[in-house]
């Protein structure tokens, strides 16, 4: 294999699991409230990368990454339908009257009752982001089949979203996309682990299977936000490698 360069289009399903960090203790309740609303769908990855191997089968790869990841949100809003101020009157004892008759003393104390009206959403926010991944690798081939583990970092170049979720006020509820977007857009860095098994099916094509783990090393979300994200994300990609 030294000196030798391979094409590699790999595609399949990714899981992720999100860890919410709050950036100060004034948001503590907010990351366990998006914590409770958010769970994680299938989402997908799809890559075509280049391989160059140097001699005793050590390689580096490299290339563009799509990556799609799903959720679903389930938060509650209301409307305030109306407000009715109440008086409550609680006894505090009695005390004796100029003609020696017993007087109540009451603690008189005002509330407001707010009537609501509650609306229960389901939003499922997909995220796509494009990048770049920089691996490297080591190859051990037995007769048609190799076996591969590599390592390295990647960085987003390009993310879009869709979707709502739930705002650190109440009943505040942020659309993705919009001008509150708490969302970086890139500069997202990552370190990723991946093995594979690869089949020869002709002096220039090989099916590959790869299990794949990414971590997020810096958080999702901008700097001036109430919470940091993270995310961990496992795949199981299946394409093709072509001898160029």
């Known amino acids: 294999l030294k000196n030798h360069l391979f094409v590699n289009f790999k595609k399949g399903p990714e899981f992720h699991q999100t860890n919410y960090i ?6 503590v309740e907010y990351a366990e409230a998006r914590k409770n609303s958010t769970s994680s769908k299938v989402g ?5 990368t280049l391989s160059y191997y140097f001699h005793n089968n050590v390689f580096i790869e490299s290339g563009f990454r799509y990556n799609q990841v799903k959720e679903e949100v389930n938060y509650e809003t209301f409307t305030v339908l109306s407000e009715t101020k109440v008086l409550d009157s609680t006894l505090l004892g009695y005390k004796v009257g100029p003609t020696g008759e017993p007087v109540p003393i009451y ?8 009537e609501k009206d509650i609306t229960t959403t389901n939003s499922v926010n997909v995220y796509h982001t494009l990048s770049v991944p920089v ?5 051990l081939d037995f007769n048609r089949f190799s076996f591969q583990l590599k390592t390295g970092a990647s960085i987003s170049l390009i993310s879009s979203r869709s979707g709502s979720v739930l705002g650190h006020q109440e009943n505040e509820i942020i659309k993705l996309g919009g001008s509150s977007d708490p969302y970086k857009n890139a500069m997202v860095y990552n370190w990723e682990f991946a093995g594979g098994v690869g089949y020869q099916l002709s002096e220039k094509i090989h ?3 790869e ?14 936000e109430s919470l940091s ?4 994300n496992f795949g199981f990609l299946t394409g093709i490698r072509f001898k160029l």
């Open 22 to 27: 709050s950036n100060n203790n004034e948001y």
């Open 44 to 48: 997908g990855s799809a890559q075509l």
């Open 107 to 114: 603690n008189i104390s005002e509330r407001t009752e707010i």
């Open 135 to 139: 691996l490297v690798g080591y190859q």
């Open 207 to 209: 099916l590959i299977m």
């Open 211 to 224: 299990p794949t783990f990414r971590t997020t090393l810096n958080s999702l979300t901008k700097s001036d």
């Open 229 to 232: 994200e993270k995310n961990k």
